[in-house]
């Protein structure tokens, strides 16, 4: 299980076995876009990525990615680092937005130089005390760490952003040549199992990609 970043760069090697109803019988329940390269993977984990910020520290919030930019928050934000692939994506999301595609990273490098200085963490994990403690007001952070910040009583707030919301999808595979095959198909078919994902979504705000699964009315206000 590895962000699809990752398994994506030798996906066409060989090296995973592929995934069907008959050896992962939940497959069978997935939505169409969670079906990965030649069957080889399964996106079984979705988490959204929103902006958040201090509501005791932002008069005026972000309405999206490119208002990290605005000099009203100059010395706020906190980022990630570019090994993660937070960071990755919103490089890419940068070479659109501000130069000649999702490959112009010279220009998405420029433009993230303009908002520094910033610390850049590693996880989400690492982020969530510097909005905890007002260390940083505003900063893109995984939906369930808001969830869980809030629950704290955390003066804390998020918005989608206007330009669309970026997502961490974890994908599962298992190695063709492996020697317990069987054991990774068996827990892949758990990670995809309706209560799981039920689970996963009640705990952690992991969007469900078992279409079967139906979320409760407490969390139809996230946007999963």
Do not use: C
């Not at 979705?46 to 208002?67: M, N």
């Not at 501000?98 to 420029?110: L, N, P, Y």
């Not at 200085?117 to 982020?127: E, K, N, R, T, V």
């Amino acid at each position: 299980m590895l962000n699809e970043k990752y398994t994506a760069m030798i996906r066409n090697d060989g090296y995973f076995a592929e995934l069907t109803p008959d050896n992962v019988p939940n497959m069978a329940d997935v939505i169409e876009p969670a079906v990965l390269k030649g069957n080889t993977a399964v996106t079984g984990m979705l988490a959204p990525l929103v902006i958040a910020y201090g509501t005791d520290l932002v008069s005026e919030p972000p309405k999206g990615w490119a208002d990290l930019w605005d000099e009203r928050f100059t010395g706020q934000l906190g980022l990630y680092k570019i090994t993660n692939s937070a960071a990755t994506m919103m490089a890419m999301w940068a070479g659109e937005h501000f130069g000649s595609g999702r490959d112009d990273i010279e220009t998405a490098v420029a433009k993230f130089k303009e908002l520094g200085p910033f610390p850049q963490i590693g996880y989400s994990a690492q982020l969530t005390p510097l909005l905890s403690q007002g260390q940083v007001a505003v900063a893109p952070i995984d939906l369930g760490e808001v969830k869980a910040m809030q629950e704290a009583g955390i003066p804390i707030d998020y918005v989608v952003p206007e330009e669309g919301m970026l997502v961490f999808d974890h994908s599962f595979s298992v190695f063709e040549n492996s020697a317990d095959k069987r054991l990774g198909f068996d827990y892949i078919n758990f990670a995809l199992s309706p209560e799981i994902q039920l689970s996963m979504a009640e705990n952690w705000l992991i969007a469900p990609t078992n279409k079967t699964v139906e979320l409760p009315e407490e969390l139809q206000k996230w946007p999963l």
